[in-house]
């Protein structure tokens, strides 16, 4: 698990901009990986920031978001606010909750007036609306960065409100107002982007990374647990779980044998440098399909099979899955049909032919754009310095 707090936590640096004051950068949003790639850069150029998200990532469960596990870890001020999430499949429960945007905006409208930021970055998602509502009515600018090659509801809104989007695919320019959105591509890790893939045939037991994004996904989980001696019997996995079903997970660990525990590593959330290091390790990954996620296997060259989130916005991680396994041969099971049966038996199928599975996969280089983040944190600098 992710500590709460790293002992060498960096501190955000200060440098004069423009006028000779100190650049202030509020960040916002649900989407964390690309975040953390755009807030390399921001420390670079020596700005300061402050996050303002979310604490936890389950409505009644007490289970955390990977932003409350990692941003505070790095120095970077926390600050949350109440938020409320729009969900289509249960509208009269989502408006008997819609006191909570009331709640999260006067929230943000307060952190906004007294950090009095020159900026706000949102990465999309609702714990970011509140937040774009209130610099709005302050007249402090947006900057909006879409990650999916669709448009969910939440980003839809932000957009209305914002002085620059910018999107990762050129798909999404038809979701968002002409003259004010630009291609920068999706922010990815420079860590992540240094690991180089071969099409190799492992010299020991492959390996296998199983996850559900940052909040797990249970009906990956499920379909891995009535399969997991079979899974072990091929690969060595590592699978992140989601602090829902950690210790779930954890006690089906300790139900097997120890040559098979010994191959099996399970975490609630990895941290990004160990999220590097099995990637550069991988030989597969199963994986849902939000936008991050797919083109971090893009930009590391891994076979993939990708079980697409059904009903969010837009249809959004079934396109992202598409884009993906058009350039590279990944393969798609959609989660209506998601069996450990099937899953096992796409996983046998992808071993059977790994070095074409693994050539095909280097491919997904192309879908990236490895001057996103810098791409971005550009806009931030340019609506600051209108």
Not at 1 to 27: C, D, H, L, Q, W
Not at 29 to 50: D, M, N, S, W
Not at 196 to 221: D, W
Request: hydrophobic fraction near 45%; glycine fraction near 8%.
């Amino acid at each position: 698990m992710v500590s709460k707090r790293s002992k060498n936590a960096r501190k955000s640096k200060i440098i004069p901009f423009g006028n000779g004051k100190e650049v202030k950068i509020v960040v916002t949003g649900g989407h964390v990986t690309p975040a953390l790639a755009a807030l390399e850069v921001i420390y670079k150029r020596g700005f300061q920031i402050c996050w303002i998200g979310e604490k936890w990532a389950v409505q009644g469960q007490r289970a955390k978001t990977l932003e409350y596990h990692i941003i505070p870890s790095l120095g970077v001020p926390f600050l949350t606010i109440v938020s409320a999430k729009f969900n289509r499949r249960a509208r009269f429960a989502s408006l008997l909750l819609s006191w909570k945007l009331i709640v999260g905006f006067v929230q943000s409208l307060g952190i906004l007036v007294k950090i009095r930021p020159h900026a706000v970055l949102s990465f999309g998602s609702y714990v970011s609306v509140p937040v774009a509502l209130a610099a709005k009515l302050l007249g402090i600018p947006v900057v909006l960065h879409e990650q999916t090659a669709a448009a969910g509801l939440a980003n839809k809104i932000v957009a209305k409100v914002s002085d620059r989007v910018a999107i990762s695919f050129e798909a999404s320019k038809k979701h968002f107002p002409f003259g004010k959105t630009f291609l920068t591509g999706n922010p990815i890790r420079k860590s992540v982007l240094k690991i180089k893939h071969r099409s190799r045939i492992p010299l020991q037991k492959p390996v296998l990374y199983v996850t559900g994004g940052s909040r797990g996904a249970q009906v990956i989980n499920n379909a891995v647990v009535g399969i997991l001696p079979e899974l072990l019997g091929l690969f060595k996995i590592y699978h992140q779980t989601g602090e829902v079903d950690y210790e779930k997970m954890v006690g089906i660990k300790s139900s097997l044998n120890l040559q098979l525990q010994r191959d099996y590593e399970v975490s609630g959330v990895y941290a990004p440098d160990k999220v590097d290091e099995i990637f550069s390790k991988a030989d597969l990954i199963i994986s849902r399909a939000g936008a991050n996620t797919v083109l971090e296997i893009a930009a590391v060259g891994v076979p993939a099979i990708l079980i697409p989130i059904p009903w969010v916005g837009a249809n959004e991680q079934e396109k992202n899955a598409k884009v993906l396994s058009e350039v590279t041969g990944a393969v798609v099971i959609q989660q209506e049909s998601l069996t450990g049966e099937l899953l096992l038996k796409t996983v046998r199928d992808i071993l059977s032919d790994l070095p074409s599975y693994k050539e095909r996969a280097l491919r997904g280089r192309v879908l990236v754009k490895e001057d996103a983040a810098e791409r971005l944190v550009d806009l931030v600098v340019e609506v600051i310095g209108r």
